[in-house]
């Protein structure tokens, strides 16, 4: 197979300004190019490390190296996630979600503003490093929210993600200082209700 087989960095479909002043040039462009970069390279550093045990016959630390890959890969995929989920406020950002995503979040939630508290209460409250998503049960028909630690822990395995916060401190810090709530109250200007949308109804077409 002559494919490389590794990840690599996704580019931002906005330039590293368009979220300001919610997220800065400054924060963006060291969250994306250094942070979920680092994921990136270290997901595809322990592969090579893999590849070339195989190659050179030799055994691996197994329980130390798959726990360290799923770290590094659930830290790369959740940052494509919330790149995705993210619009500038003069695009898509912002507002309140319509057509499937509200009548789901309304008939699971009560209403869009209750979704908006719980969700936010699970952002603000993941202990340490983490994230909060929002998924979708297909077995139950139900949105479920997942609140992350690290990048890889109280995941449910299956539930596609509609939409995903990062709070870790690396995410807000340079911006807000330690008041993740303050972040987290701001995401809901910038999420791109469109794209979980889209996320939703390919999940229930597909
Ligand atoms: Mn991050």
New binding site residues.
């Given amino acids: 197979m002559d494919t490389p087989k590794l990840y690599s960095l996704p580019k931002l479909e906005y330039d590293y300004n368009a979220l300001a002043p919610i997220i800065s040039e400054d924060l963006l462009k060291l969250?994306h190019d250094k942070?979920?970069a680092a994921y990136v390279n270290g997901a595809n550093a322990i592969l090579q490390k893999m590849d070339k045990a195989r190659a050179d016959g030799i055994d691996f630390d197994t329980k130390a190296t798959f726990k360290d890959l799923s770290f590094h890969i659930g830290?790369h995929l959740l940052?494509s996630l919330?790149w995705q989920n993210l619009a500038p406020q003069d695009k898509d950002g912002g507002g309140n979600p319509s057509k499937t995503i509200a009548k789901v979040i309304e008939e699971e939630y009560g209403s869009v503003d209750r979704f908006k508290k719980i969700f936010s209460q699970a952002a603000v409250s993941v202990e340490g490093s983490g994230w909060a998503a929002l998924t979708f049960c297909k077995k139950t028909n139900r949105p479920i929210i997942m609140q992350v630690e690290k990048h890889n822990t109280n995941v449910y395995p299956m539930f596609r993600i509609l939409m995903v916060l990062?709070v870790?401190e690396?995410?807000y810090y340079l911006d807000y200082k330690n008041d993740r709530a303050k972040f987290v109250e701001a995401f809901w200007t910038i999420v791109d209700w469109t794209e979980v949308n889209k996320r939703l109804e390919d999940l229930l077409n597909g």
């Fill in positions: 969250h942070h979920h830290g940052h919330f990062d870790w690396h995410a």
